[in-house]
């Protein structure tokens, strides 16, 4: 399964390797060409799709949760970026040790994208959850830093690809320059690029809340179906990280 992926990653960034290649005098540029290809990493590629899915819907159910996806994303910077200065001031020894906790936490994702789906397709009642929240203060804040740890969540799946990519390329580049603080931000926005575009689509087309203007009979079939391919990527993630 993981090779399946690798090769669907390596084909995919093949391009972006080529212009990073010619980018690296250009430590911003690099930065950004290494996100988008780390987007495209088999340990990132099935978070990235369940992201879409995920916030694609939410986006078409009902106006507002664009907002949400923009937590996700500050969520991934933050992770990135508090990655970057640690391995900034600590050095390797921290960059050597932290190996072993990125390949335990990959392991939940899968699991993790299962249960979105099944809640989503509406298989899975999670009454506990439900109760737990009526004692939650109610207000966009609580939702929003909730979609913010997901991503954060979402960027601890590190595989070799994506610790290549950051540890062992973007991070010379950061100890190498004098800006070199900025960017993990710029990498974790690169990671994010394909979840911004789909957004901007939605955004750009006015299809923001637009199944919940059609009707709720659709927009409960296009949360279905989301729900349905959740739990295919969520199975398949499941398998390939847990063989």
């Known amino acids: 399964m993981y090779q399946i992926l690798s090769d669907i990653s390596n084909f995919l960034g093949a391009p972006f390797y080529a212009m990073i290649i010619g980018a690296e005098t250009v430590p911003l540029i690099a930065a950004l060409l290494l996100g988008i290809v780390g987007a495209l990493a088999p340990c990132q590629l099935t978070g990235n ?11 078409m159910q009902s106006a507002g949760h664009l907002v949400d996806a923009l937590f996700f ?4 910077i933050a ?3 508090g990655l970057g200065i640690l391995v900034w001031l600590a050095g390797r020894e921290f960059q050597d040790s932290i190996i072993v906790f990125f390949a335990a936490s990959r392991k939940a994702i899968g699991p993790f994208i299962l249960l979105l789906g099944l809640f989503l397709a509406g298989y899975l009642k999670l ?3 439900t109760k737990l929240l009526n ?3 109610k207000g966009n804040g609580a939702g929003r830093w909730g979609q913010f740890l997901m991503g954060a969540a979402f960027s601890i799946s590190f595989c070799p690809t994506m610790f290549i990519l950051f540890f062992m390329t973007l991070m010379p580049l950061v100890l190498g320059t004098s800006y070199g603080i ?12 394909p979840l911004i575009i789909f957004l901007g689509i939605v955004w750009f087309l006015g299809m923001d809340g637009a199944l919940l203007r059609k009707s709720r009979k659709i927009g409960s079939a296009v949360q279905k179906a989301a729900g349905i391919f959740l739990i295919v990527i969520g199975v398949f993630d499941t398998i390939t990280y847990w063989q």
């Open 135 to 137: 004692y939650v203060p």
């Open 49 to 59: 799709i369940s992201a879409i899915t995920f916030y694609g819907n939410k986006s």
């Open 182 to 193: 900025v960017l993990p931000p710029i990498f974790a926005i690169g990671t994010s690029l």
């Open 79 to 81: 992770v990135f970026s």
């Open 73 to 76: 994303i500050l969520g991934k």
């Open 127 to 129: 009454n506990i959850l």
